[in-house]
Structures are given as C-alpha cells and as structure tokens.
C-alpha cells in the first residue's frame, strides 16, 4: 500500500481543520441564541447580583472572538481556571469547564465515552451480522416466498422507532420471561459478562433499526453484481449458484456496506439518544440533550468535537478498507 | 456422432423470435462462424449451447446436443457439468468478464476446481500452467494480478486460459477480438488457432466480422433475423456467395487496398494545429497523451486519424474542437489563433446511445447549438423547429421525428442524429471519433456514405478518428498514424497506405483481417505465435 504514511497525515490534518470549523460554528450558533446564560447558570433563585458575578467569572461579556481565543488557548496550550478559593489546571488539551458543575469538560466526555461506544460498538456487530446475513438470504432466495417475507420483516423493521422496540424487547424478556434483568449499566472493566448481558438488550434494539437498512442495502448491491457480465462467465463455467452469490455476489456489496457502516457508526456515538435514554444508559448522547437545555457551552462544544471525530475517524477507517477490498481504489 | 447438433432451435424472448428454426453440425476438432449483424440472433445461439437462457424467461424449442449432452433435457447438475468441462464459452469484453475483485489466478482455479477435485494448490498450479500456456509472461506472478491490471488483450488471453482449463471439447467464443485493436485481434486469432491445432478442439466463433471469420474457422454459416441465409466452407461463400444478403454484407465491408474516390479537396486550410501537447496527471504520474502533434485540415478534405487504444486520438480531437485545453501548442481557426470552444468546429461522438440525453426528445438535443448560438426572440420557436426538421430530413431521418426520444431510433438513427446535431451549428470543420465503430457493416457504410455527400454538398471538412483501418481508408484524402501521443506518419491516405514508411504502419496494416481465407494463413505463417500483448 504506497502511500498510506501520506494518506494518514493528510487526513489528521483534515480532521484538526475539520475539528476547528466545527468548533467555531458552534461557537457562533450559541453566541446568537437567545436566553441568559448567566441566569440559567445559576438558576432561578439567584439574585441579580449573583448573576452579574457568575456572568463576569464565565467571561461572558467578553466579545466572541475573545471567547473563541481563550477556548483555543485551552485547547493547544492549557489554561487555568479559578474556582473562587483554588486555581486549577487544565492541561492541554483543555476543552474548558462546565458552567453548570465546574467540572472539566473532558473529564465529563471520558467518563460518558465508554458507554456510548460500548453500546455502539457491539450494536455494530449485530447489525452487520443481521443485515448483511438477511440481505445476502434475500439474494439468494429472490423472487421466491422467503424473499418476500425477509423483505417484509425488514421493512417492518426499518418503520418501527427505536423505543417500541426497545419497549417490547423489555417488556417481554425482562418483564414476562424474566430472561434478563432489566439493563443498567456495568462497565466492561468491572465485570465483562455482566457488561454484555446488561447490554444486550440495548444492542438488539439498535441493530434491529440498522440492520434493516443494511439488509436492503446488501440486497440491492448483490442483485446489481448478479446481473453482471463476470457473473455470466461463472455461470457459463458451471460454478455453482451458492458459490456465485456467496464468492462473487457479496464481494460486490462490500463497498457500500463499508461507507453506509462508517456513517452509522460516527453519529450513533452521540446520536443514540433515545436508545441511552430508554435503557437508562449515561452516554453522550444524553449528556449532550442535557448540555443544550442548560446552555452549558463548553460541554456542547466539547461533545461536539468527539462526536464529529467519530464520524471522521469512522470514514478514514472505511478508506482504508475500501482500499484493502478493492484493489483498483488508490488511497488519496 | 458430431460435436455439437443443433436442430430446428428457435428461441424466443417476449413476442420476438431471436432464433427461427436454425440447425447446424459441427464435427470434433473443425470450426464454424457464426456471422451476422447485431440482431440477428447469433449470441442467442452460442448461449442456447450451453443452456444459458435457462431461466431467464427465453423461450426454447428444438434440440441442442453439445459433447452427448441434450442442452433441453438435462439436469441443472448435468448443465454445470457440461459447462466449462465440456464446452467452454469466451465472451466478447474481457474486461468485464472477469470479477473485479479477485484474482485472475483464483478465478481459472475456482472454475478448474469445480470440474475437477483438484486440491486447491493443484488448481493454482494449473492456472498457471494454462496463463502460461496462452501466452502471459511471468505466469506465476500474474496470475495474483486483479483483471484491472492486464491489458484488454492480456484479459483476453486470461480467459481463453479459463477455457482451456479444463480441456473442452469445444470452445465458443463470441466477439472475442471485438473490444481489441488490430494487433492484439490478430495474436488472439492466432492464439485461437494454434490451441485447435494442438487440442483438436471444436470452435464456434460468432462474429460480426467477415474478416476475422475469414481468419479463423473452416465454415461458415451466415445468420439474419434468427435464421440461416447461407451456410458453407468459408472459401466458397466468401469469394463466390450465392444468396443476395451475404453478397451485401460483403460489399460493405470496407477494404484496406480500395482507394477513395472522387475528393473535393481543395488548398484552403481551415484548422491549423501545431506543437500540441496534452499531459494527464500531476507530477511523477504525469504523462503526455498528445505530444507534439502538428497538422493541417484543408476545406472539402477527409483527414483520417488511425492508431491503437491509447494512442491519444481522442484526446487530440477533443483538443481540435476546443474541448480539451492544450497543455502547449496551439490551434488557428481559418488563419487565426483559437482557443476554447469553436462553433464552427463540431463534434459527432463515438457512441451514439450515450451522447444524447435519453430523457429529451431528439429535436430538443438537435436544437441545443441553434439555442446556444443565441437564436431567440419573436418567432424562435417555429424557426427552430423549421431549421431541426431541416436537419433530420438532411441526415435520412424524417421531420416527424423530432419528438420521439433516443431510445426509439436504432444505432444508425442514432448516429445520425447526432451528425444533424454537429450540422446545426453550419460548421466548416466536424471532428468525429470513431463515428461508426459501434455500428454493423452495413449500416456503417450508410453512414460513412452520409458523411461524404455532407461533405461534397457542404465544403466540410472531416477529420475522421477510428482504429479501423479499412474504413479510414474509405474516407480519407489525407491520413495520420498516431501511436503513443506522437504522429509518427502523416502525408497522403494512398501514399501512406501502399508504400508505408514506417515499421508502425506496416505492423498495424498486416494485422488488418484479410477477406481471403489463403491470404490470411499465409500471413499468419508469416506472423509466427506471438507473444502477448
């Protein structure tokens, strides 16, 4: 693979752009919203007086372009803060203090992150096994009754939203069977099998939405390499029809399995929101829904940045595999 | 008992019959042509041997015996044994196929292993030794090669090893040098008929190319609308053809010794190009597809412009009229420097299903230069339909057609619209890249015939692109052999044709199929077994 070296450094330097232009839109969009920051700060029994002081220890009277610096200084060079009887380091890279709980921006994100990806990742997995799988069936058994009723179960799941299923799931394996208990959150490192089968029910919900598009997905990708002419040659040689779908039909559908994946994967990271919110799970989405409510700039913008390195890092991934599965692609 | 027996096969596809009531023989070890224009059902034949039309909805009738094998009766088992072990099928574009995917080694070990229960080093080490076999250089290297990485004849020779696998009895090959240049038709001609000498294998080649069939097979059978017209050695129906359609078909084939006629040329030099160069790609990966190219057009003059894929012909026409910005040299229009688009120097492209747009009607597309010239205001309309009629009813076609859409009109029609599209802008100078290439000989000579009666009628000037050097021929006054970027022969089309210069041109002359069945063994002999291309 020549090249890779170059590939990798032009695309860091990408994302570091990317990542900036992100920030300063943000930026922006909550410099213009309407409503007092200090005041929702500090809450609704503060007095005047109080919100003048919390107004001047955010700088929020500072000008934007100032705002922007001190949050980029933080960022590359660190900053300090002061909490009224102590000053705090904030290393490098610093994404500044939560207005609402004084708490390092970061901190917050690390302590959210693993369960967003957690419940991502593994989600990830099912849905590529059950999408892919169903898709790769429907091929095979087009135009037959099969077919017709692995579309339909497809179709029914792409329609339904995530929380009825999730719902039901609960309601039935944890409420009626009492299969599992109802999910609350373990982290892996504390106990891996308790992770698991605490996250299963999560994970099913998802995949079930996902795995839907990617049945369809598969489905079409394959039936359009079907009709090609190298298909016809292996026809022609007596190759068999399970080898054809299996060998030649799917090796087709990798490429847009491959991107559609990497974009599911980058925005479930902090678009999982009704999944964490229903299993009761703290992950960013849900720390993000509540930094929007109360206006908590530093902690949005910080949320932001990871979610939109996701979604960039999940793309460069599917670059590479691109490459790796189809040799014709060149790396630029 | 014969190789293959096809008798009263008829196939049918919806309300159309591809094949009516068509029998033939073909004995162990000999070769048959089928030849015909594109719809006469000939495909459809070399599919039906192998039964691919099973399941497809095709209607199929009569029976079909390859190698003992009843292609109607039989299993879907015996179908899958049959095919590739016993007859084995070379398609027409190699480029597609091949899996894209996979490499060229594991496809021809993948088909070898489904006919036999060679393990799955034994079927690697055998796609080797047929790549070798056909001629691949360094075949254990290549064999790991993606399709993507060989050559258009290279891909070609990786799928005749396919089918020489397993060792069939017959080998089917349809349009297998359509997609190639000159050369590389002629070394897989050649590959082809030393493996049948070797293997004793029967050969099918279907072709719409009386030359190639001349090259290649002992018999011929020629095919119209689904059945045969005339059926016989290819000596015999080639020089002496007894039915009226196969002595049509051979009169237009062009001929690389006819001269042209009649030319109205004149000294007036319309286009002049010199020193032009067009480079591709940024740095280590930049080359030149067009370098250092200098040349005239004259008024009422047909310069013919001929090399192999990849000689830079397209890009130097695409440069002519203006599409193209050269990377240096330069253009003059009628004495003038010219640069950008030039309305009186029009293009007819080579296919003509993509270069309209299916979703507007014909007239619509035919009006685009009237329009982009600015004719508007009171009256536009109807003097633009008027001026479209004109033109349809110029190039053959009826005014009526105006609004019906790409997909009605046949590849002919099609191309002819397209000349009535470069007309609507009265152009001095239509630049047209490989105009008939993608049309049957019959209506290639339609067109060609088209072009020169525009051109005596109107004082145009042709600059005529194709790698067929027997039509360059029919049309040029004037001939240029482009190879790898550079003109490396440039002067009068007879000079140039009888007495070559350079080794190039004589190389790619030789390849040209000759119609005469002698002829061609004895260059053949000449040529000796090639290497690959």
């Known amino acids: 693979m020549s090249g890779f070296g170059g590939f990798l450094l032009r695309r860091a330097v990408g994302t570091v752009i990317t990542l900036l232009a992100i920030s300063v839109i943000v930026y922006v969009v909550f410099y213009v919203t309407p409503g007092d920051v200090a005041q929702i700060t500090c809450g609704p029994r503060c007095s005047p007086e109080q919100v003048r002081q919390v107004a001047a220890q955010l700088h929020l009277g500072d000008p934007l372009y100032v705002r922007y610096w001190h949050f980029l200084q933080g960022l590359f060079a660190g900053q300090d803060f002061s909490t009224g009887t102590s000053v705090e380091h904030c290393a490098a890279p610093c994404l500044g203090q939560s207005y609402q709980t004084g708490q390092q921006v970061l901190d917050i994100i690390l302590g959210k992150l693993p369960v967003s990806l957690s419940l991502v990742l593994g989600a990830m997995v099912l849905w590529l096994a059950l999408g892919v799988g169903t898709g790769v069936l429907s091929a095979w058994r087009r135009g037959r009754v099969s077919e017709r009723v692995l579309t339909a179960i497809t179709l029914a799941g792409t329609a339904t939203p995530v929380f009825v299923i999730g719902l039901v799931l609960m309601i039935v394996v944890c409420g009626e069977l009492q299969l599992l208990p109802f999910p609350q959150y373990v982290a892996f490192t504390d106990d891996p099998e308790q992770w698991a089968w605490n996250l299963l029910l999560p994970w099913l919900s998802l995949a079930l939405i996902e795995a839907a598009t990617f049945a369809r997905l598969t489905r079409a990708a394959m039936l359009e390499t079907l009709a090609e002419d190298h298909v016809r040659t292996f026809r022609a040689y007596g190759v068999g029809e399970r080898a054809i779908v299996g060998r030649h039909a799917l090796r087709g559908a990798f490429a847009p399995v491959i991107a559609l994946n990497a974009n599911n994967v980058g925005s479930a990271v902090g678009g999982a929101v009704l999944t964490e919110t229903l299993f009761g799970l703290p992950g960013i989405g849900q720390e993000l829904v509540h930094a929007v409510k109360v206006v908590d700039l530093p902690v949005v913008v910080g949320m932001v940045l990871v979610i939109a390195f996701f979604v960039v890092l999940a793309n460069a991934v599917a670059d590479v595999l691109y490459a790796v599965a189809d040799r014709r692609v060149v790396l630029a | ?533």
């Open chain 2, 1 to 533: 008992m014969s190789l293959v027996e096809v008798t009263d096969l008829t196939v049918g596809f919806g309300s159309l019959r591809a094949v009516d009531g068509l029998s033939f023989d073909l004995d162990k070890g000999a070769a048959l042509a089928l030849v015909g224009e594109s719809g006469s059902g000939k495909s459809t034949v070399a599919g039906a041997l192998l039964g691919l039309h099973r399941g497809t909805g095709a209607r199929v009738g009569g029976t079909v015996r390859v190698a003992g094998t009843d292609v109607q009766e039989a299993t879907e088992q015996e179908l899958r044994r049959l095919r590739g072990a016993k007859a084995a099928m070379v398609f027409q574009d190699p480029l597609s196929s091949l899996d894209p995917y996979y490499a060229i080694g594991d496809q021809i070990a993948e088909v070898y292993r489904v006919h036999t229960r060679a393990s799955r080093r034994a079927a690697r080490a055998r796609a080797v030794e047929v790549l070798d076999r056909v001629g691949i250089p360094d075949a254990a290297r290549r064999a790991r090669s993606r399709p993507h990485e060989f050559s258009g004849g290279m891909r070609q020779r990786a799928l005749i090893a396919m089918a020489l696998a397993c060792e069939p009895d017959l080998l089917i090959a349809d349009e297998p040098t359509t997609a190639l240049d000159v050369t590389v038709q002629a070394q897989i001609l050649d590959l082809l008929h030393t493996l049948r000498t070797e293997t004793g294998m029967g050969l099918l080649l279907v072709t719409h190319d009386v030359g190639v069939a001349a090259e290649s097979v002992d018999e011929v059978l020629v095919m119209r609308h689904g059945r045969a017209v005339e059926h016989g050695p290819v000596g015999t129906v080639l020089a002496a053809p007894r039915e009226p359609y196969t002595r049509e078909l051979l009169d237009a084939v062009p001929r690389v010794d006819a001269r042209r006629t009649g030319s109205p040329a004149t000294d007036e030099i319309v286009l002049e190009a010199t020193g032009l160069r067009r480079e591709f790609g940024r740095g280590k990966r930049a080359f030149a597809a067009v370098d250092d190219v200098s040349l005239t057009v004259r008024r009422g003059e047909t310069l013919g412009v001929v090399g192999e894929s990849g000689s830079g012909k397209t890009t130097l026409g695409r440069m002519l009229v203006g599409l193209l910005e050269p990377t240096a040299g330069g253009i003059r229009y009628a004495g003038e420097p010219h640069t950008g688009v030039n309305p009186a120097v029009q293009m007819v492209f080579q296919d003509p299903v993509s270069s309209l747009n299916p979703r507007r009607s014909v007239g619509e597309s035919i009006a685009d230069p009237l329009r982009a010239r600015g004719e508007r205001g009171e009256g536009a309309e109807e003097r633009i339909r008027a001026r479209v009629t004109e033109l349809l009813e110029r190039v053959g076609l009826e005014g009526a057609h105006h609004d019906r859409y790409p997909h009605e009109f046949s590849g002919g029609q099609r191309q002819r619209i397209g000349i009535a599209r470069a007309l609507a802008a009265d152009p001095r100078v239509i630049v047209c890249d490989e105009p008939v290439s993608a049309l049957d000989v019959t209506t290639q000579a339609q067109v060609v015939a088209l072009l020169g009666e525009l051109q005596r009628e109107l004082g145009l000037a042709l600059v005529f692109i194709a790698h067929d050097l027997a039509v360059v021929r029919q049309v040029s006054d004037r001939l240029a052999v482009m190879r790898r970027g550079r003109l490396v022969e440039y002067g009068p089309a007879d000079e140039v044709y009888d007495s070559p210069r350079e080794a190039y041109t004589r190389q790619l002359l030789a390849a040209v199929p000759a119609l005469d069945p002698e002829l061609a063994a004895r260059r053949r002999a000449a040529r000796g077994e090639p290497a690959a291309a």
